[in-house]
């Protein structure tokens, strides 16, 4: 039975699309693979049941967003963030009640009221000059509906994590001659399911993703750099990477699909005849100092070599997963994916944990 919950997208690159299209539309994507592997319903739940409460902007998340935004596109930044506002940043500004009570005694006019709207309301009818706290959020507000608010301190350490890497000549050599947010969309030619990758910054010849990183337990930094690969899954995404945009770029030489928004036919020549492409992570620590590392993954040590463990690692992981995806779509359409498994018998092996205790 066909998906009939999210949008399906003509395969091709688009270098104009939002990302709220993007994360709507049909076909298997990294993130995806990762829900799949929790299990089946785990995938529906975050990704097709048209029930499912929208993912929280947490910190952590929403101060890598923005990071990678204001690194890679001001101008967007721009007009998807906005700071808020602080009474700090009003002195005399009337933000209590009984500021505002306080300000129309001294002026001779009425303080008493039943709500703090009533007390607002004389002041604006009264023609003094006067900052009313509440008016002032609901005029940032309006000016700036839809964008995500980042606090004071958030601000500058996104602003101090971008000015490092602005000052490292390896990332901004990394970070040039490429085009940002590129979302692909490719079928798989194994199972005829829709693939889908939006890569940070894709140049002709390499693939950049930004990430951030915490040390709070003081971790050398390339532990706490490996360990934030091994535990997000950043190889798996590597592969997947490389994976999605071989596909595309093999389709696209082949004319079988095309490009959507404005590319240099320059770009287009290079990325289209470059058949090996690399993959570089670039990560910046999330608070002062800001620790900064860039990773090169491969498949390989050198030509000719076996495949890296992790590559290999995640090639099985993303055949398996496609294999998963393409059986589910047939079996469960856009119903829960939902088994009713047989009780199963605990064995040692279920608990490796207890081995040498």
């Known amino acids: ?33 990762k829900h799949l592997t929790v299990s089946k319903l785990n995938y529906w739940h975050k990704n097709l049941n048209p029930d499912r409460e929208p993912e929280e902007d947490t910190g952590a998340r929403r101060f890598g967003k923005a990071t990678h935004c204001f690194a890679l596109e001001p101008e967007r930044f721009a007009r998807h ?23 129309l005694e001294a002026n001779g006019l009425p303080k008493s009221a039943k709500k703090k709207s009533d007390l607002i309301d004389r002041i604006v009818t009264s023609g003094l000059p006067a900052v009313v706290w509440d008016l002032e ?39 040039s001659g490429g085009m940002p947010e590129v979302s692909f969309f490719v079928r798989d030619p194994e199972t005829g399911v829709m ?57 696209l030489a ?11 036919e320059q770009w287009l020549k290079e990325f289209t005849e470059t058949e090996e492409h690399g993959f570089v992570l670039v990560f910046i620590e999330s608070a002062p100092p800001f620790d900064l ?18 590559w290999s690692s995640a090639h099985m992981r993303i055949y398996d997963m496609k294999l998963l995806y393409a059986e589910c779509l047939t079996k469960y359409g856009d119903g829960p994916w939902r088994d009713h498994l047989s009780p199963h018998q605990l064995e040692d092996t279920d608990l490796p944990m207890l081995m040498f205790s």
């Open 1 to 33: 039975m066909p998906n009939k919950i999210r949008p399906v997208i003509e395969p091709g690159i688009y270098f104009d699309m939002p990302e709220d299209i993007y994360h709507a539309a049909e076909g298997l994507s990294c993130s995806g693979i």
């Open 81 to 103: 963030f906005a700071m808020k506002l602080s009474p700090d940043d009003y002195p005399g500004a009337l933000v209590t009640a009984d500021d505002m009570k306080a300000f």
């Open 137 to 175: 959020l609901e005029r940032h507000a309006k000016e700036h509906e839809g964008k995500t608010f980042l606090g004071k301190e958030e601000s500058k350490k996104i602003a101090g994590a971008a000015a490092v890497m602005a000052a490292d000549p390896h990332v901004t050599a990394a970070l």
């Open 195 to 251: 693939l889908k990758a939006r890569m940070d910054y894709v140049r002709p010849r390499s693939t950049i993703d930004i990430k951030t990183f915490s040390n709070s337990r003081g971790k050398p930094v390339e532990k706490a750099v490996f360990e934030a690969i091994f535990y997000e899954g950043y190889h798996l995404q590597c592969v997947f990477y490389n994976f999605v945009r071989e596909l595309a770029r093999q389709r």
């Open 254 to 264: 082949a004319g079988e699909i095309r490009t959507y928004g404005d590319v240099s």
């Open 293 to 310: 590392r860039m990773v090169l993954m491969k498949e390989a040590e050198a030509p000719g070599a076996d495949l890296n463990v992790y």
